[in-house]
């Protein structure tokens, strides 16, 4: 997720798409990115710390990676999640 500013239309990130793609059609992800307007509310905030593969969180939400998971080991990376 990466949020945007109040400018940008689907039409342009339409375009950014098309342009990569022409550069780079070997990218498959390409075909899963999506353009949405999220409006959130009430929130929580959690701090995991360990293994990505460790937990799992349902339902829409952000993971902020706190460590480089190159250089950090497993049990210390550090992920904050906003639901």
Same mark, same amino acid.
């Given at each position: 997720?990466l949020?945007?500013?109040?400018?940008v239309?689907?039409?342009?990130?339409?375009?950014?798409? $098309?342009?990569? =793609? !022409? &550069?780079?059609?070997?990218?498959?992800?390409? /075909?899963?990115? %999506?353009?949405?307007?999220?409006?959130?509310?009430?929130?929580?905030?959690?701090?995991?710390?360990?293994?990505?593969?460790? $937990?799992r969180? =349902? !339902? &829409?939400?952000?993971?902020?990676?706190?460590? /480089?998971?190159? %250089?950090?080991?497993?049990?210390?990376?550090?992920?904050?999640?906003?639901?």
């Amino acid at each position: 997720m990466l949020a945007q500013p109040p400018g940008v239309k689907p039409a342009g990130i339409a375009a950014a798409i $098309a342009a990569v =793609r !022409g &550069k780079k059609p070997q990218l498959s992800s390409l /075909d899963s990115l %999506r353009f949405e307007r999220w409006v959130e509310g009430p929130s929580v905030q959690l701090l995991h710390t360990g293994s990505y593969d460790a $937990a799992r969180m =349902r !339902g &829409k939400h952000h993971e902020i990676y706190l460590n /480089d998971p190159r %250089r950090t080991a497993p049990e210390r990376l550090s992920t904050i999640w906003l639901r």
